[in-house]
Each structure stands twice: as C-alpha cells, then as structure tokens.
Nanobody, 124 residues
C-alpha cells in the first residue's frame, strides 16, 4: 500500500516562503507521477504542480508559475514544493498525490493515492 506523508506547512506572512515535503513509501517510487493539489475553504480541490516519474517533466498551474517549484529527491523518495512570494490567496490545505498512469496531470481523478494534507496559511 502506497503512503504519502506531507509536511512543512505553517502560518507565514504575505511574501514569505515555505517548502513542503511529500515522502512516498510502500511502492516503487520511480513508478509514480506525484502531484500537488490544494483546497481552500468552500472551494474545489485544484491542481498546483506535478512532477513525472523519477523526477521527470514538471508542470505548474498558471496561478503559481514563477513562484512555486516542484522537485524530486529520488534517493529520499521525496517530492518538494518550494513556494516563494506567497500570497493570502495561496491559503489552503495542500495535498500530495501519486498515480502510476497519470495522463491528465492536472486532474485529481488521475491520482490513486493521497496524503493527509498540510495547512498553509498566508496572512496579509
């Protein structure tokens, strides 16, 4: 059973940075595309960024391009989301997710396994 554990969330001020981590265990790390999604109160869960198998191609939502960077440390089975220039609109619970046969990387339905989420709050 694949398990994902996120960490690194917190309360920061407008313009600050945070780095989220997602440790993937219980499967062959290189088999999975790993994505980051977020969900704000009363909103749908939305795509943030993704990285391909074994740290391959990356894609980001337009809303975070130039500010957020997704990366992978294959030796640690860990995917990171570096978030810079945070804004209050970035406030949400951030989830990482993994899937073996992800084709539509921005679609949450393509990902089979999910972490429990980590809260990010950006104050103005």
């Amino acid at each position: 059973q694949v398990q994902l554990v996120e960490s690194g969330g917190g309360l920061v001020q407008d313009g600050a940075s945070l780095r989220l981590s997602c440790v993937v265990s219980g499967g062959t790390y290189s088999d999975y595309t790993v994505g980051w999604f977020r969900q704000a109160p009363r909103k749908e869960r939305e795509f943030v960024a993704t990285i391909g198998q074994s740290g391959g191609s990356t894609y980001s939502a337009d809303s975070v391009k130039g500010r957020f960077t997704v990366s992978s440390d294959n030796a640690k089975n860990t995917v990171y989301l570096q978030m810079n220039s945070l804004k209050p609109d970035d406030t949400a619970v951030y989830y990482c997710a993994a899937g073996k046969k992800v084709q539509l990387v921005f679609s949450r339905y393509e990902y089979e396994y999910w972490g429990q989420g980590t809260q990010v709050t950006v104050s103005s």
